[in-house]
C-alpha cells in the first residue's frame, strides 16, 4: 500500500522524469547536444554514434568550454547559463535555456564531460552515472567540449522498450543532424555511425552550398533563392522549381530564428505557394528561415523545443507564402537566356548524367500527377448544345502585358549565392524566354518542338494555353470579375433534365465565370455571352462542358468558397485551351509562346503538368556516340 503522503522527489527522480520529456530518443539527445554546442559558439561539431545512439553519442565541439565548477554544475538541473530571470524567457536567442538536457540525459546514461577554456591551461574531465557525478579530474585537450554518452536509457527499460531499431533510431540521429547542419551553414559538421562517414560537412558560403553539400548538385541547382523582407518578419531561403515535386513533405525544412520547428502553418504556407504549380498531392523542396523579433514568438512551449507559438501567426503566413509565390511567379528572373549559353559550352564534354536523367534521357525531372483534370472527359451526361463548335480557337488577340508588378527585396548576396549554384556538372535547368526560341515546328499535332542552346524543348501546346487562359481568368476575377463578350445572337442550352434544376440553382456561379445566362424555359438556358478570354465562338460547348464538370464535381454545382471557384476555373481554362490534336499555324504557334512568356507561373498548367520538357543536347549527341 503506497502511503499517501506528499513529498518531493528526489533530484534524480525528478531529472528522469523530465529525461522522459526532453530525451524521448537518441535523436533527441544528440539534437541538444549539437545545440549546446552551437549555443558554446562552435565552428565546428562532430558527433559520433555506435548502435543506433544507444551505445555510443559522443559530440566534440570548438567551442567556448567551461570551467571545472560550471562543468561540474552543468549536469544538475535547471543549471543554465543563457537565462536569469523570467523576463528573459520572453525573448530567448540561444538554442537551449531551461538548464534541462544535460541533467537529463545524465540521469539515464553514463556521461562523461572534457572541457577546457581557451584561457584554461587544463581540461577537466567530469564522469557521472545515473546522474550521480563518480569522478572529476584534470585532462590534456583542445579547446571545446566533448561530451560522451554511453548506455542511454540503461536504468528506464521502459523508455528502451520503446526505441525502435537501430536502423531508424540512426535515420533519426541523422535528420535532426541534418536539420540543424541546413540552418548552420556556417559551422562545419561531420557524423560518423559505426565507424562509417554519412555527413562530412566543410564550412560553407550560403544556405545554398550547405544545401549542395546535404543533398547533392542536382536538386541543388534546382533551387531559387527568396527573400521577402517586411517590417517585424522575414522570410528566406530556397524553394525548388515547379519542376520539381516529391512524393513526401520531407524535404520542406523550416526554422524560426534558427530554430528547427515543425510548424503545420508554415508548411501550409509553403505548399500553398505551389499550388496549381505542382500536381496535388504532391510537396515541393523548401529551406525556409523566418527570422522575426523574439519578444513575437514564443519557443517555450514545447519539451523537444520543436514547436513554437506566433505572436501573430496570419502575418508570417502571409511573408512566407508571398517570399515562395511571388519567387515562383517568374522562374525566368534569375536565369536568363544569356546563362544557356555559357553554361552549354561544357555540352560536348558529355559529364555523367545523374541517375534519373540517364533513365529518362530528359533533363527535366517534373512529375506527371494522377490529376488528369477535367478536359480529357467526354460528354456523355447528355447536355446538348444547339450550336456546337468545334475547337477552342486560339486567340491572337495581343494582351495587354502582364502588369503585377512583384516586389522583390533586393537581397544581392544571397542571390549571387543562388546563380553562382550551378556548378558545371549540373547546369541548373533555367526557365527559357520561349519565345526567344527558335520554332522548329510542331510534332503529333500537340507540342511544339524549339531549339535551345541546351538541347531539344518540346511544349504541351494545352498545357500551356490553360495557364496562359487561367491566369488571364484569375486576373480579371481580381480587377473586379470575368469579363464577358456578348454572342453575335443568343444560342440556347439544351440542359440533361436530370440535372437542370441544379443548374438553374448555379446561374449566379456560371455568370461569375463570365458566362450571361437566362434561364428559358425548365431544361433550357439562353446564352447571351461567354467569357471573353476565350472569344464567343466555342461559348455554347464550353458551357455545356462546364456544366458537366460541375455536375460531376463533389460539391456539386454550389461550390462554395474560393477554393472551390478556383477550380471551377482551373476546368473552364481547360476546357477553353487548345487541344493536343489541333493542328497550329506557325502565327498561333508564335502568339501562344509570346503570351507564355508575359504569363506568371508559365511553367506549369493549372493543374501542376510541365508546360515543357526538355532534352538535353548531350545526351542527344550520346545518342549519336558522338
Ligand atoms: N558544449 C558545451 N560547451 C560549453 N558549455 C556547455 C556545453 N554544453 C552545455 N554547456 C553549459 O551547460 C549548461 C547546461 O546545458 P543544458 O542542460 O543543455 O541547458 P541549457 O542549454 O538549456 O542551458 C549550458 O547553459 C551551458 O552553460
Ligand atoms: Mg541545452
Not at 360 to 366: E, K, N
Amino acid at each position: 500500500m503506497p502511503e499517501h503522503i506528499v513529498h518531493i522527489l528526489p533530484e534524480q527522480v525528478a531529472s528522469q522524469i523530465a529525461a522522459g520529456e526532453v530525451v524521448e530518443r537518441p535523436a533527441s539527445a544528440v539534437k541538444e547536444l549539437i545545440e549546446n554546442s552551437l549555443d558554446a559558439g562552435a565552428r565546428s561539431v562532430s558527433v559520433e554514434i555506435l548502435g543506433g545512439g544507444s551505445a555510443l553519442i559522443a559530440v566534440a565541439d570548438d567551442g567556448s568550454g567551461m570551467t571545472r565548477a560550471d562543468a561540474i554544475l552543468s549536469l544538475r538541473r535547471h543549471a543554465t547559463s543563457k537565462i536569469r530571470s523570467a523576463a528573459d524567457l520572453s525573448a530567448i536567442r540561444t538554442l537551449g535555456f531551461r538548464g534541462e538536457a544535460l541533467a537529463s540525459i545524465a540521469s539515464v546514461s553514463h556521461l562523461r564531460m572534457q572541457t577546457r577554456r581557451t584561457a584554461d591551461e587544463h581540461g577537466v574531465e567530469v564522469a557521472a552515472e545515473a546522474g550521480n557525478i563518480e569522478d572529476t579530474r584534470t585532462c590534456a585537450m583542445a579547446a571545446g567540449t566533448r561530451i560522451e554518452v554511453r548506455r542511454l536509457f540503461f536504468n528506464t527499460p521502459a523508455r528502451l522498450k520503446f526505441l525502435k531499431t537501430l536502423a531508424t533510431e540512426q535515420g533519426a540521429i541523422a535528420e535532426a543532424f541534418q536539420r540543424i547542419a541546413l540552418a548552420n551553414h556556417h559551422v562545419a559538421f561531420h557524423l560518423t555511425a559505426d565507424g562509417r562517414t554519412i555527413f562530412d560537412l566543410p564550412r560553407a558560403n550560403s544556405a545554398l552550398e550547405r544545401f549542395r553539400q546535404a543533398f547533392g548538385p542536382r536538386i541543388a541547382s534546382r533551387m531559387l533563392a527568396f527573400d521577402l523582407d517586411r517590417p517585424g518578419i522575414r522570410a528566406q531561403g530556397l524553394a525548388a522549381t515547379s519542376q520539381e515535386s516529391f512524393a513526401t513533405g520531407r524535404m520542406i525544412f523550416t526554422f524560426v530564428n534558427g530554430r528547427s520547428v515543425r510548424d503545420r502553418m508554415l508548411i501550409r504556407a509553403i505548399e500553398q505557394a505551389y499550388q496549381t504549380l505542382i500536381p496535388r498531392g504532391r510537396h515541393p523542396a523548401a529551406l525556409l528561415f523566418v527570422a522575426m523579433r523574439h519578444e513575437d514568438v514564443d519557443v517555450n512551449v514545447h519539451p523537444m523545443k520543436t514547436e513554437v507559438r506566433f505572436r501573430n501567426g496570419g502575418a508570417v503566413f502571409d511573408v512566407v507564402y508571398h517570399a515562395i509565390r511571388d519567387r515562383l511567379a517568374d522562374q525566368t528572373e534569375n536565369a536568363p537566356v544569356a546563362t544557356l549559353v555559357d553554361t552549354s559550352a561544357a555540352g560536348c564534354e558529355a559529364p555523367a548524367p545523374s541517375t534519373d536523367d540517364a533513365a529518362t534521357g530528359l533533363i527535366t525531372t517534373a512529375s506527371m500527377g494522377e490529376d488528369a483534370g477535367a478536359g480529357q472527359s467526354a460528354n456523355a451526361s447528355g447536355d446538348s448544345v444547339a450550336n456546337p463548335r468545334g475547337d477552342a480557337p486560339l486567340r491572337l488577340v495581343p494582351d495587354a502585358p502582364n502588369q503585377a508588378a512583384f516586389q522583390r527585396p533586393l537581397s544581392l548576396a544571397y542571390d549571387r549565392d543562388a546563380r553562382s549554384g550551378g556548378g558545371a556538372a549540373h547546369p541548373p535547368a533555367p526557365i527559357p524566354m520561349y519565345s526567344r526560341l527558335r520554332v522548329i515546328g510542331q510534332i503529333f499535332a500537340g507540342y511544339i518542338a524549339l531549339e535551345t542552346e541546351e538541347g531539344l524543348l518540346l511544349i504541351d501546346q494545352h498545357a500551356a494555353h490553360e495557364r496562359v487562359t487561367f491566369e488571364k481568368l484569375r486576373r480579371e476575377l481580381r480587377d473586379g470579375g470575368i469579363r464577358t463578350q456578348a454572342m453575335l445572337a443568343p444560342v440556347s442550352v439544351e440542359l440533361n433534365p436530370a440535372r437542370a434544376s441544379q443548374v438553374h440553382g448555379a446561374l449566379s456561379e456560371l455568370r461569375a465565370m463570365g458566362f450571361d445566362v437566362e434561364p428559358f424555359g425548365p431544361t433550357t438556358l439562353l446564352l447571351k455571352g461567354a467569357p471573353a478570354v476565350f472569344g464567343p465562338e466555342g461559348g455554347a460547348k464550353l458551357l455545356a462542358d462546364m456544366i458537366e464538370s460541375m455536375g460531376d464535381n463533389e460539391s456539386g454545382f454550389r461550390g462554395g468558397g474560393e477554393a472551390a471557384f478556383e477550380n471551377w476555373l482551373k476546368q473552364l481554362a481547360c476546357h477553353g485551351s487548345v487541344r493536343v490534336g489541333r493542328v497550329l499555324e506557325l502565327a498561333e504557334i508564335h502568339s501562344l509562346l509570346a503570351e507564355l512568356d508575359r504569363t506568371e507561373f508559365k511553367t506549369n498548367c493549372p493543374h501542376g503538368r510541365p508546360v515543357h520538357i526538355q532534352f538535353g543536347r548531350g545526351q542527344i549527341e550520346r545518342m549519336f556516340r558522338r
